[in-house]
Structure formats: structure tokens, C-alpha cells
């Protein structure tokens, strides 16, 4: 069945930066986009950006440009998140998400488990 | 805040059918599909409605989805105890060029 396996927790401090992994199995990692969102303590979902495993093509949500990098590792179908700064706002729980597309709609499904980054001096 | 809007909290006793409504513009829901995802206590989203009021196999007829306008809404009857959870509606949005989630709502079931 299509899966997505994300990294452990993390730590860091103040000024770090964090990658955190989301490997793919069940499908061809190729052919689907693959989407990150954030959820902080208690809060809401936040969209944070795309990557096209095919080609490595990204585009960012305007919170996190310049500081998030979405790349690809097709050899082992596996994605990776790399938050660069990092500050206490930046704790959350850090989702992969595959977009699955029919015809001109598309959403998300499935997710993966979540990584918690814990950023913290 | 969010671009698109959502009540924080709704509540309903067993058996009961409530409604969560998500409200945006022409930029994302008045162009866009919509989709739900069904947050359980300390768990990743899952996907509860796709492009409006599609169910995904697996999901109870009980959940159900519409869209008018600048708004959508899921509706779920027959409230059950393990329907207590967060509810997200997310939309593509033109302006944004990216995704939007609702703030969510929080379900509880008396």
C-alpha cells in the first residue's frame, strides 16, 4: 500500500537548521508531487511547499521563502524537507504529503506520520 | 489568520447531524475544489472529502460535502463518539499561487 515513513524527532537550537526525511513506497515516487505542512502546538495547518520528485522542481510558500529547501533523492524514493534559521516558532510537527491528481483536482492523501522539530536553547 | 475561515468549535450529542462551514473568495474557493482532512487526537490528517463530495473508499456515507459560492461545508449526520476530532478544509488559491488551510474547527461530541 502507498506509504510515507518521515524521520524522528529533532532538536535544535536557535539559529540551526533541521532536514527532516519522507520516504515513499507503494507507487511510483516519480509521478506524484510531493507536498510539506507544518502544524505548530495546538494550532492549524500551514502549507509550506511542493516539489515535483521528477525533475526536482519547487515552489515555496511565501513564509518560507528563503529559509525552507524541498529536494529528492530518487534512488531511494525519498524527499527531505531543510528548514534553515530556525526559531522557536518553528517548532511544529512537520507533515509530508502526497498530492494525488485526477484530471483537473487533486488533494492530499496520504500523509505521512509527522516529525516533531523541537527548536529550543 | 487565515485566508480562509472556519469556526473553531462545534459540538452535537450522538445521533446528531452537524455542520462545519468554510468560508473564502473568489481566489480560492469560488475557483478552486475543495477538500476535507478529519484530524484525530495526536494523529497525522486524513483525508475526509476530495473535490467537494467525493468520499474516499473506506469513509462513512455519514460524512458529506458541498460547495456554493465563496463557501463550502461538510456536514455529518449521525454524530459518533469517534467522530470527535479536528477538521480542515484546504483550497488552492490563485493569488496565494499555493495551498490554504482553514484554521480548523474542533468537533466534540457531548
Known amino acids: 500500500q502507498v506509504q510515507l515513513v518521515q524521520s524522528g524527532a529533532e532538536v535544535k537550537k536557535p539559529g540551526a537548521s533541521v532536514k527532516v526525511s519522507c520516504k515513499a513506497s507503494?507507487?511510483?515516487?516519480?509521478?506524484?508531487?510531493m507536498h510539506w505542512v507544518r502544524q505548530a502546538p495546538g494550532q492549524g495547518l500551514e502549507w509550506m511547499g511542493i516539489?515535483?520528485?521528477?525533475?526536482?522542481?519547487?515552489s515555496y510558500a511565501q513564509n518560507f521563502q528563503g529559509r525552507v529547501t524541498l529536494t529528492r533523492d530518487t534512488s531511494t524514493s525519498t524527499v527531505y524537507m531543510e528548514l534553515s534559521s530556525l526559531r522557536s516558532e518553528d517548532t511544529a510537527v512537520y507533515y509530508c504529503a502526497r498530492l494525488t491528481v485526477a484530471g483537473l483536482y487533486n488533494w492530499f492523501d496520504p500523509w505521512g506520520q509527522g516529525t516533531l522539530v523541537t527548536v529550543s536553547s | 489568520q487565515s485566508v480562509v475561515t472556519q469556526s473553531p468549535s462545534a459540538s452535537g450529542t450522538p445521533g446528531q447531524r452537524v455542520t462545519i462551514s468554510c468560508s473564502g473568495s473568489t481566489s480560492n474557493i469560488g475557483s478552486n475544489t475543495i477538500n476535507w482532512y478529519q484530524q484525530l487526537p495526536g494523529t497525522a490528517p486524513k483525508l475526509l472529502i476530495y473535490?467537494?463530495?467525493q468520499r474516499p473508499s473506506g469513509v462513512p456515507d455519514r460524512f458529506s460535502g458541498s460547495k456554493s459560492g465563496t463557501s463550502a461545508s461538510l456536514a455529518i449526520s449521525g454524530l459518533q463518539s469517534e467522530d470527535e476530532a479536528d477538521y480542515y478544509c484546504a483550497v488552492w488559491d490563485d493569488s496565494l499561487n499555493g495551498w490554504v488551510f482553514g484554521g480548523g474547527t474542533k468537533l466534540t461530541v457531548l
Open positions: 473535490t467537494n463530495n
Open positions: 507503494g507507487y511510483t515516487f516519480t509521478r506524484y508531487y
Open positions: 516539489i515535483n520528485p521528477s525533475d526536482g522542481t519547487t
